[in-house]
Structures are given as C-alpha cells and as structure tokens.
C-alpha cells in the first residue's frame, strides 16, 4: 500500500462523523472529489457526490456509492450529576461500550469523554453486573452537575463518537482503526474515481457517499431518487467472522474483496454476478464468496424508482461497530482494484444486458 493511500485512510478513519451529523466527513469528500469529476451534487440529507458526464445524454448512468457515517450516540438527558444517557446511532454490542475514549461534539466545541463502567471491586459481595443494555450506560465528561454541562455548551441531540489512532499492525499486513465501516468505501471512491480520471468510460458515473446508512439505510433512497440510476454499486464493510475457524464461517481477512452472494435485503441477479465474476477472474483479483445477515444501501437502492439492480463491491473488517476494527491491506488492494475494472468494463451493450438478463 502506497504511503499516500494510508495517510489518506487515517485521515478518513480518525475524522468523526456519525448518522445525521456527517459534515466534517463531507467536507472532505467534497473538496477531494471535486478536481477529479464534472460537477458536485448533494442530495437533501446530505450525501455528496461527483458526476463525471458522458458525451451522449442517454449514456446509462452508473452509481457508486460509500456512506459516510460511523456508528455513536446521541445524548438524550443529562443527570443531575452532569452525566450524560444517550441512545445509539446503529448497532452496538453493550459488552463493547464501556471503559472506552469518545469525543463529546457540542455547538460550543468537541470535549473528551468516557463511557462508564463499574469497577470489581464496587461488584464484590453482589450478585454481579445485570444483563447490560446501551441504554444503561451513562457517559462522563468531567461535568460536576448539569447545570455546568450546559455552561459548556452540552444539549440533548448532541453526538458521542469514538476517539481512536489509526495504526498498522506489526507485520504491516493490516491496520487498526476505528470507522472502517464505512470510510473504506469513501476512501476507494476517491482512489477509483482517481486511477480513472483520464479516461473514457462507456457511462456517466456518479460516485460519493450516502448518509445515516447506520440508522437504517436512510440517506440512499433520496439519492437514487435524485440521480436515477441504472446499475447502484455499494462500496461498504462487513462483519468478518474468521478469528475462530474459516470452516463454514464467511468473511476471512486476507482472502479478497466480497462476491456478496445474499442478505437479507438483496439477492444479486444473474446477469450481475456473471459480470462481476467475470471481472474479478479475467483480471486476477482475489475475491471470496459472502453470505451476511446484515445490509447495505444497497438493499435500498434496488427496490428504489422502478428497480435498479445493484449489489456491493466489499470488504470484511474484524470486530467492526467498535471502536477498534482490523482490516488486511491486501483486502482494500483487491476491492480497489475490482471496483476500478467493474467500472471500465461497463458500457450501453453491457448494462443492458444486466438489465434485461438476456
């Protein structure tokens, strides 16, 4: 992996953005997508994307799209102690909350803040911990009453998003950071829409990230709503499931980008498939195939307008909806690379055909 690739990685990773408060993650986006594309367009919710025209009007219209926001919470009540609850924004194991560094994004400014945990000792001679929900832990950003939490600018409908380094591991084959989920497919946007800046494609490509994916896949229907698509590609990270076994489990590190097969809100057509198998084996790229029992945008996308076939050009990340997930370097070369040749390759003759699935 190029340094450029990684520095740019860790920027996007460490940025902090989650469902419905994804500008610091847009700006981004958009002054690094705008010297690369036609013109820059943002949809009603937020989602930004960069449209390269093709010369005929009726070319078919291709839609690559990342999501830009990371799992977190909002706070919902401070304590009278200064405390604050919250509720989550996406999915979250509570047994990975606790005792962990957030940054608490007020209008008056970002502060530090931890989750809360009870410590052994304050256990001893109980019956132990209940089952623990989200719900039920309070964070702390050294507030001593919520009068002086206010003081500072904190209000219910502020955010609490991890605060994490971004780092590779020692054998330099993966790295660990936080938002992998979804700044993965921000970052391969940027990197294809870059490699293929000079030239000419047989559609006009529309490329750049939804919003509030996390919370429901909310941001993708008014985008395709707005841009029309014919063929939707998302570009998102999955659950690897491989630290145990890789005996019956899907999602391995290591072993290429996802032929994401099913979900429960997609089933790739034929015709799809055939095309993106067709591509992965003509220019050598590792893939591997994906059964997940969550979804992507692209689950909205497809049944958006009148049918837009779309699936996922993906990748697997250990213990993502975390603050720390471990991605492999290769994976991402793999996923680039096959998002890259998918869009060189598709052209009127080529859409249609998955289309129509003749």
Same mark, same amino acid.
């Given at each position: ?49 960069? =449209? ?25 009540? +401070? ?19 606790? %005792? ?78 936080? %938002? ?99 591509? %992965?084996?003509?220019?050598? =790229? ?26 996922? =050009? ?5 213990? =993502? ?33 998955? +289309?129509?699935?003749?």
């Amino acid at each position: 992996m190029e340094d450029k690739t990684f520095q740019r990685i860790k920027e996007l990773t460490e940025l902090q953005g989650t469902s419905g408060f994804e500008q610091d993650i847009r700006a981004y986006m958009r002054k690094e997508i705008t010297p690369l594309v036609d013109e820059v367009q943002q949809d009603g919710l937020g989602g930004i994307f960069g =449209i390269r025209q093709h010369e005929e009007a009726d070319a078919p219209r291709v839609m690559v799209a990342a999501h830009m926001d990371e799992v977190g919470f909002m706070v919902t009540q +401070i304590t009278d102690r200064g405390l604050f609850k919250i509720t989550p924004l996406g999915g979250w194991n509570p047994y990975v909350v606790s %005792a962990q560094r957030f940054t608490l994004k007020t209008m008056k400014g970002d502060y530090p803040c931890i989750s809360s945990s009870i410590p052994p000792h304050l256990l001893r001679g109980t019956a132990g911990q209940k089952s623990l929900e989200v719900t039920d832990i309070l964070f702390d950003a050294g507030f001593e009453s919520r009068e002086e939490a206010e003081a500072f600018g904190v209000r219910p409908g502020d955010t609490i998003v991890p605060q994490v380094e971004t780092i590779k591991t020692a054998n330099g084959k993966n790295i660990i950071s936080k %938002a992998w989920d979804n700044r993965y497919g921000c970052t391969v946007v940027l990197e294809a829409l870059e490699a293929l800046k000079n030239e000419k494609l047989g559609h006009t490509l529309i490329a750049g990230a939804n919003v509030q994916e996390e919370v429901g896949l909310r941001g993708t229907k008014g985008a395709v709503n707005k841009f029309k698509p014919d063929l939707f590609f998302a570009v998102d990270c999955s659950a690897a499931d491989d630290t145990v076994t890789k005996n019956g489990t899907f999602g391995h590190l290591g072993e290429g980008t996802l032929m994401r097969i099913y979900d429960p809100g997609l089933i790739m057509l034929p015709r799809l498939k055939e095309y993106l198998l067709d591509t %992965a084996e003509t220019n050598n =790229i590792p893939y591997q195939y994906f059964v997940s029992k969550g979804g992507t945008d692209a689950g909205a996308a497809h049944t958006a307008n009148e049918g837009i076939p779309s699936t996922v =050009i993906g990748v697997v990340g250990r213990y =993502i909806h975390t603050h720390q997930t471990m991605f492999s370097i290769a994976d991402y070369d793999a996923a680039r690379e096959m998002l890259i040749q998918t869009l060189r390759g598709l052209d009127r003759s080529t859409v249609q055909t998955i +289309i129509e699935g003749k």
